[in-house]
């Protein structure tokens, strides 16, 4: 009997079987190795010195390491004992009871190591004449995504076996008819922003159509260890989250009212999401009674409001362009300034908002503003009533109101919050590529720890999360993305951090290469490999060196610069010139409502998407018991396009943030505006 083709044989399948995830069965290790030395034919194991020949340490060393591992291809089982042992008939039988013994547990977790190889190659063994005898094991080398400290095995693998726990119960116990009424809801806008989560409900759809075909709990088993691999945490812990919680009531026989309301006071939509709730034909009958009562109807038209609109009194700093517009004499002072000699002054000041408009801003001739990436966000357009006499719906003694942007307009940062990823963390890295290979982000933080798909969706010591891994296990998309983030900076430890990309599996040669973005607190960094990364291989994207002080510093990295986007007609980090100064409209007329906002209204920043002509919570008193039907027709009754329109960048006095003026009058500063 020759061992090394049976070695030979295990070897080689092992190492094709680490192309896909690997996991172990259920099955007692020592069990395990008592039917291997059983499942030898009589007279093919003999008795050498004082044990049979093939009781051999190094092998049971093996075989409790990695003998119970298996692979998921196509749906089936395939164990390291499923090889052809060619010549070797006594092997053949050994392969094939190990095989169907593995095979017949269920899957425990996935497979990890302490080390990059298990079992003894070969060893020797100089014998009574002098001579050397050679001796033969069962070896493999372990690629390093299956390898982790011993010490941190057990805490890893906590992540994949509860996500195959709650996958598996969510598809058991969720039904078809759940899922479409929730799709329904969401299609109808009854549910308060409920388009964020029709990414998930629909991707369970998916995988709940595909639950239904199989026959056994054996094959639903696998199918969920299947699955968990390429998921977003939304849809893996479906049933934990606040959507799959509403389905779940659903599927088992909630009232839908009650399963909505519940799902409404789930996630506190006064704090957190705007309610778009559902409501009955009496409930709009009775609201439209309300609005024409008050004689509102006219009042819910709405339009982008225009320099024509303001009057003179409500404006804090208008430029040239928009004093022509403006009636009266209040900025004849201003343009008399306009031939003195500017002088230059280089250095950046802080000052407050208070400061900049009591000190700064009654002495400046023109203003411009940097629009950083950051800004996005406060993209804000001003809105008035179509009829300019209808009723007062709004808490304050004007009908002008204001939206600020809501969309998500970089593509690649579509592309993950589509996967339900995280796209506001402080730090996020965003991974895109456009075949079906199988590429892995990693980072590597300071102190060792790295985040890769064996802990996704638990936080690192630094705080970092890999919530998004696709086109594992197989290719499902050739637009797919993984997301790394740190929701806050906090607990990021200061140090070196490297992310990498590796090629878990190679798959195809067209339209190979990635991208990166690298954002931090709005600045984004894009970085392109055009060329394929070879299987198996790393390409280290980015080393960086964090400091709570200085933000990031790049040590080494492929080619960058912080990316230039265009919102709303205006390109990011660069200066724009800026039209009016102007409060938000519960703050004119020298009379104050709510929290207040800062509008720099930029020349050429025309939104370019579906402005709310208003919100909720403008609404005037008498108005609050009809909010549900409100919030739908606010949601339905969209502002008309329009280029002539009053848009900019709006600043809240409660949330703390900065923008960069650049101020000219009789000299020339920049002045860094704190909020």
């Known amino acids: 009997m020759n061992f090394s083709t049976f070695k030979t044989a295990i070897a080689k399948q092992f190492e094709a ?50 003998g119970n591992v298996v692979a998921i291809v196509d749906g089936k089982l395939v164990s390291v004992w499923d090889v052809k042992v060619e010549g070797e008939p006594a092997y053949q039988i050994v392969a094939d009871k190990m095989a169907a013994l593995i095979k017949s547990h269920a899957i425990e977790n996935k497979f990890l190591h302490f080390e990059r190889t298990a079992g003894t190659d070969k060893n020797f063994e100089e014998l009574v004449d002098g001579k050397v005898q050679q001796w033969n094991h069962f ?195 201003l343009a008399a300034t306009a031939t003195r000699k500017v002088k230059s002054l280089d250095k950046i000041e802080e000052v407050s908002i208070a400061k900049f408009l009591a000190d700064i801003l009654p002495k400046a001739e023109s203003l411009e503003v940097m629009f950083e990436n950051q800004h996005a966000g ?84 630094c705080g970092g999360d890999l919530d998004v891994d696709m086109n594992a296990g197989s290719g499902k998309t050739r637009e797919p993305v993984e997301n790394i983030f740190y929701a806050s900076k906090s607990p990021m430890k200061e140090g070196v951090y490297t992310l990498n990309v590796h090629n878990f599996r190679k798959r195809e040669s067209d339209n190979v290469g990635f991208e990166v973005e690298l954002d931090f607190m709005g600045d984004v960094h894009r970085f392109a490999h055009a060329k394929a990364v070879p299987d198996g291989k790393t390409i280290t994207v980015a080393k960086f060196k964090y400091s709570r002080t200085t933000g990031i510093e790049f040590l080494e990295s492929l080619p960058s610069s912080v990316s230039v986007r265009t919102h709303w007609g205006i390109q990011t980090q660069n200066f724009h010139k800026v039209k009016t100064l102007m409060m938000s409209p519960n703050y004119w007329d020298e009379k104050a409502v709510g929290n207040k ?39 339905k009754m969209k502002v008309a396009d329009s280029t002539d329109q009053l848009s900019g960048l709006g600043f809240s006095s409660t949330q703390k943030n900065a923008i960069i003026c650049r101020v000219k009058g009789s000299f020339s500063r920049l002045i860094k505006i704190v909020f």
């Not at 998916?206 to 696998?222: G, Y």
């Not at 990823?421 to 102190?447: K, Q, Y």
């Not at 609050?624 to 027709?633: A, G, L, P, S």
Request: include cysteine; charged fraction near 25%; charge should be neutral.
């Open 17 to 66: 079987m680490q192309k896909h995830p690997l996991f172990r069965t259920n099955i007692d290790k020592d069990g395990m190795w008592n039917t291997y030395l059983e499942s030898f034919p009589l007279g093919t194991n003999p008795i050498y010195r004082t044990r049979t020949e093939h009781d051999c340490s190094c092998c049971r060393q093996f075989v409790r390491a990695v």
């Open 139 to 333: 070896f493999v080398n372990i690629k390093p995504q299956f390898v982790t400290k011993g010490a941190d095995i057990a805490s890893t693998l906590n992540g994949p076996k509860a996500d195959h726990d709650v996958l598996l119960r969510s598809l058991s116990e969720i039904t078809v008819d759940s899922l479409a009424t929730v799709l329904e809801l969401i299609a109808q806008n009854s549910l308060y922003r409920g388009e964020e989560h029709k990414f998930a409900v629909s991707e369970f759809q998916k995988l709940k159509k595909e639950f239904t075909k199989l026959k056994t709990d054996r094959d639903r088993d696998i199918f969920a260890w299947t699955k968990i691999q390429g998921l977003s945490g939304s849809v893996s812990r479906f049933r934990n989250t606040s959507i799959g919680k509403l389905v779940s009531d659903l599927s088992e026989g909630y009232d839908l009212e009650d399963a909505v309301k519940s799902f409404e006071l789930m996630v506190a939509p006064q704090n957190y999401k705007r309610p778009t709730a559902l409501v009955t034909k009496g409930m709009i009958e009775n609201a439209k009674a309300k609005i024409e009562e008050l004689g509102l109807t006219s009042a819910l038209e709405r339009r982008y409001a225009t320099i024509n609109d303001i009057t003179i009194n409500n404006i804090l700093f208008a430029n040239r362009d928009a004093r022509k517009v403006l009636s009266g004499d209040v900025f004849d002072e």
């Open 378 to 461: 406060n993209l804000v357009s001003l809105v008035a009533p179509v009829n300019p006499t209808a009723g007062r719906l709004f808490k304050w003694d004007n009908n002008f109101s204001w939206s600020y942007a809501g969309e998500v307009t970089d593509s690649i940062k579509e592309r993950v919050k589509a996967a339900g990823g995280n796209v506001t963390g402080d730090l996020c890295c965003r991974l895109a590529w456009f075949n079906f290979d199988d590429l892995d982000f990693h980072m590597i933080e300071p102190g060792g720890h790295e985040i890769y798909f064996a802990n996704r969706g638990r936080k690192s010591p």
């Open 597 to 635: 906002h800062y509008f720099f209204i930029l020349d050429g920043c025309v939104n370019d998407t579906t402005a709310r002509g208003f919100y909720n919570e403008f609404l005037r008193d008498g108005l609050n018991e009809h909010r549900k039907v409100f919030e739908i027709v606010g949601s």
